[in-house]
């Protein structure tokens, strides 16, 4: 009998950060619609996925490949499903051919994982992948990211050298305790002024996924369009089954 009130504490979570979501746009005068929630369901059983899905959320992510292609099967294909964090190049068909309705990598943090990417969505004909560039935004060595300094050059490589691939925003990934620092934020959001203006691009057609469980409401009302929420929606993880990427 436990596991359906864990279930139903996962639902009422969603509810109320879907809740505190529009709010904080509201206070950023930004619509709600406008901020995407990818509920990370990293460690999380499949079960407890659907029922998520089933009280009408679309949008997942999850972070470790051989846990993701495992588990993407078992779940309907409308999900609109992330991938978020860092892949190794020997991964990428293992993922992308695993999870056909993939509709975002969050991570790509170098050329090479970029042109893998594109090969791949090449080879399995499948439908352009929309990719954010991951920028290192806190200086910490043991963070994946490129420096602020080579977003430009990334994002270039991506729109103008990667045809199967779709540009279509900018990423950080915060602190251990899923919290980042306004300065995080506003690094990033100085990024996508720049890449902007080197693409031509407007800023609504660059999305900023910055924003977790400790820190989201803050980050929306400092222009995210993208948070990603996944302890205080599904609890506390269990990583003793982890696996590297």
């Given amino acids: 009998m436990a596991a359906p009130a864990v279930e139903g504490v996962a639902v009422t979570a969603l509810r ?145 050298h990667c045809p199967h691939l779709e540009f279509s925003g900018l990423m950080t990934i915060g602190m251990p305790d899923y919290t980042s620092t306004p300065e995080n934020f506003r690094t990033l959001s100085k990024c996508r002024v720049e890449v902007c203006k080197a693409l031509g691009m407007t800023e609504d057609q660059c999305e900023l996924s910055m924003g977790m469980s400790g820190d989201f409401e803050q980050a929306i009302e400092m222009g995210s369009t993208n948070v990603r929420i996944g302890s205080t929606i599904f609890g506390p993880r269990d990583y003793s089954k982890k696996q590297p990427n």
């Fill in 16 to 160: 109320s950060v879907l809740l505190r979501v529009r709010q904080a746009a509201e206070r950023a005068a930004t619509q709600p619609e406008r901020v995407r929630v990818v509920a990370v369901s990293k460690t999380k059983p499949v079960s407890l996925i659907r029922q998520i899905y089933d009280a009408g959320h679309r949008c997942f992510g999850e972070n470790y490949v051989q846990e993701f292609v495992q588990k993407a099967p078992q779940l309907p294909e409308d999900i609109e499903w992330h991938f978020i964090g860092h892949l190794q190049s020997n991964k990428v068909k293992t993922l992308l051919g695993g999870v056909p309705n993939l509709a975002f990598f969050q991570g790509v943090d170098n050329e090479k994982i970029a042109n893998h990417l594109d090969r791949a969505v090449l080879s399995l004909e499948r439908n352009p992948l929309k990719i954010f560039v991951q920028v290192n935004t806190s200086g910490e060595p043991s963070k994946s990211g490129i420096d602020p300094s080579g977003c430009v050059r990334l994002a270039e490589h991506v729109k103008l």
